[in-house]
């Protein structure tokens, strides 16, 4: 918990901007502590937020999930599950929702992994 003379400190140290510097000020801060959660939601994933990209997707629950526990186990998850089924459908030059289906069923894992292999593991 702050003192009152840290409070005090504070207050005098803007006590002499304008209103346009104050507003400055507040954006500036509020970056500051925003930029960091964004950079975390923007580089990480979870389960729960990739089975919601499959949803919109047009997969079933049911499939979403199939979909996102082959990818967990095989470690493609941070790829994101709709980038995963997109990939698959171009290397089958086939439907997404086909692709989907068949990584859901468990299928053509090997060709995704060889694929992610021979780009460098982007």
């Given at each position: 918990?702050?003192?009152?003379?840290?409070?005090?400190?504070?207050?005098?140290?803007?006590?002499?901007?304008?209103?346009?510097?104050?507003?400055?000020?507040?954006?500036?801060?509020?970056?500051?502590?925003?930029?960091?959660?964004?950079?975390?939601?923007?580089?990480?994933?979870?389960p729960?937020?990739?089975?919601?990209?499959?949803?919109?997707?047009?997969?079933?629950?049911?499939?979403?999930?199939?979909?996102?526990?082959?990818?967990?186990?095989?470690?493609?998850?941070?790829k994101?599950?709709?980038?995963?089924?997109?990939?698959?459908?171009?290397?089958?030059?086939?439907?997404?929702?086909?692709?989907?289906?068949?990584?859901?069923?468990?299928?053509?894992?090997?060709?995704?992994?060889?694929?992610f292999?021979?780009?460098?593991?982007?």
């Amino acid at each position: 918990m702050q003192s009152g003379n840290s409070l005090e400190k504070r207050r005098e140290d803007i006590a002499a901007l304008s209103d346009e510097e104050l507003k400055e000020r507040f954006w500036e801060l509020a970056r500051e502590i925003v930029t960091p959660l964004h950079d975390l939601a923007y580089n990480h994933t979870s389960p729960s937020i990739e089975r919601s990209v499959l949803l919109r997707m047009g997969f079933s629950s049911i499939e979403s999930e199939a979909i996102v526990s082959r990818a967990v186990r095989f470690g493609l998850l941070g790829k994101g599950a709709g980038h995963l089924v997109l990939k698959y459908a171009s290397i089958i030059q086939g439907d997404y929702v086909a692709a989907g289906r068949a990584l859901g069923a468990d299928e053509s894992w090997d060709a995704l992994l060889a694929a992610f292999r021979g780009e460098g593991g982007r």
